[in-house]
């Protein structure tokens, strides 16, 4: 049990345990059911058989289909990310299959590379597949069933050797009965599946990243706080609606806006960013954020990415897709996920 790690000073914690005794690769978990989960990726991990990752937004689906990647007889080839849920539909086929020469207007005279070409060899992990359009559907599927593919504009029948992990946010039973996801293709996609427990249901975890990532931003912004008894109890308690990734944040957001060593003074709602929505967000709390950023030295540059950054997961935390948060924020979901990927 993760208590036994836990030595209380005066109400003040500190965290006796040593994190690689809990790490997974990337992955950070003490509970029972996320490491029968994982057991379940160590046993697949170096066959070919497809993977399909089920679990809210925030709870880590990434960060499991890499580990069953570098687990694989592919770890040294490419293993290559597509979200889903930040391309148009008219995009969507060119991004994955390639296209010929001129083949629409603004095409490349060159031609361009799909992934499945680009990642001949290694890995393709569709994240967000439940946003994949219909009409792109069957040719994902072919290459499931014979590994073939034709590019866009052209004729030639392409091959390609990719071993293919999956993920989504939403019931994909739910979306073939309704017609919105191909029966045959959830079929072919849920060889093998994990099924990730949000944080609310894993409550041994959530003490252990609250000092995992205590320690990660003491690091990173040169600070030595600690968490107080009253804090973790509150920490433990909250419902996370998004998952570990607002924890994540929720936890930096302290360590830049304490004053004090020991983080008892703030309380996790007045920094939840499960507003109704982005514009929530307090002028009193983007100028107390803004100034330990100052604090720390941040241009000015990287503060206005932090703030976006900051207000991009309250959208994604709230309604768990790209493709909604930038309908909402006025901007293309391409747009947002190269600025969540921007490193500050």
């Known amino acids: 049990m993760i208590s036994r790690h836990i030595e209380n000073d005066n109400g003040t914690l500190r965290f006796t345990g040593i994190f690689d005794d809990y790490k997974h690769g990337r992955i950070v978990t003490c509970s029972p059911e996320m490491e029968y989960q994982l057991d379940i990726l160590d046993k697949v991990a170096a066959s070919d058989v497809t993977v399909l990752i089920n679990g809210e937004s925030g709870t880590g689906k990434e960060l499991y289909a890499e580990y069953t990647h570098l687990l694989s007889n592919r770890k040294d080839k490419r293993y290559i990310k597509l979200n889903c849920a930040t391309l148009s539909p008219s995009l969507f086929e060119s991004e994955m299959f390639g296209y010929e020469p001129g083949s629409f207007t603004g095409a490349l005279n060159r031609g361009k590379k799909g992934v499945f070409e680009i990642a001949d060899g290694g890995t393709v992990f569709l994240d967000e597949v439940s946003s994949m359009p219909i009409s792109v559907q069957p040719k994902l599927l072919r290459v499931l069933q014979d590994g073939k593919y034709t590019k866009v504009g052209g004729y030639d029948e392409l091959s390609t050797d990719v071993r293919i992990i999956a993920a989504?946010?939403?019931?994909?039973?739910?979306?073939?009965?309704?017609?919105?996801?191909?029966?045959?293709?959830?079929?072919?996609?849920?060889?093998?599946?994990?099924?990730?427990?949000?944080?609310?249901?894993?409550?041994?975890?959530?003490?252990?990243?609250?000092?995992?990532?205590?320690?990660?931003?003491?690091?990173?912004?040169?600070?030595?706080?600690?968490?107080?008894?009253?804090?973790?109890?509150?920490?433990?308690?909250?419902?996370?609606?998004?998952?570990?990734?607002?924890?994540?944040?929720?936890?930096?957001?302290?360590?830049?806006?304490?004053?004090?060593?020991?983080?008892?003074?703030?309380?996790?709602?007045?920094?939840?960013?499960?507003?109704?929505?982005?514009?929530d967000i307090s002028v009193a709390f983007v100028k107390r954020y803004c100034e330990g950023l100052l604090l720390k030295n941040y241009t000015l540059p990287e503060i206005v990415a932090e703030i976006e950054k900051t207000i991009i997961l309250s959208c994604v935390e709230k309604h768990g897709s790209l493709r909604i948060c930038a309908k909402i924020l006025g901007v293309s979901a391409s747009t947002l996920s190269r600025k969540l990927s921007e490193k500050s």
């Open 168 to 279: 989504s946010n939403r019931d994909l039973t739910e979306l073939f009965h309704k017609g919105d996801f191909r029966e045959d293709l959830y079929y072919r996609l849920n060889v093998v599946s994990v099924n990730l427990l949000p944080l609310r249901q894993r409550v041994e975890d959530i003490a252990l990243l609250a000092f995992y990532f205590l320690e990660m931003f003491n690091k990173k912004y040169e600070t030595s706080k600690r968490l107080g008894q009253a804090l973790l109890e509150e920490l433990m308690s909250n419902n996370w609606p998004g998952n570990i990734r607002e924890l994540q944040h929720t936890i930096e957001r302290m360590v830049l806006l304490s004053s004090e060593e020991t983080l008892s003074d703030i309380s996790v709602s007045s920094l939840s960013m499960n507003k109704k929505n982005p514009s």
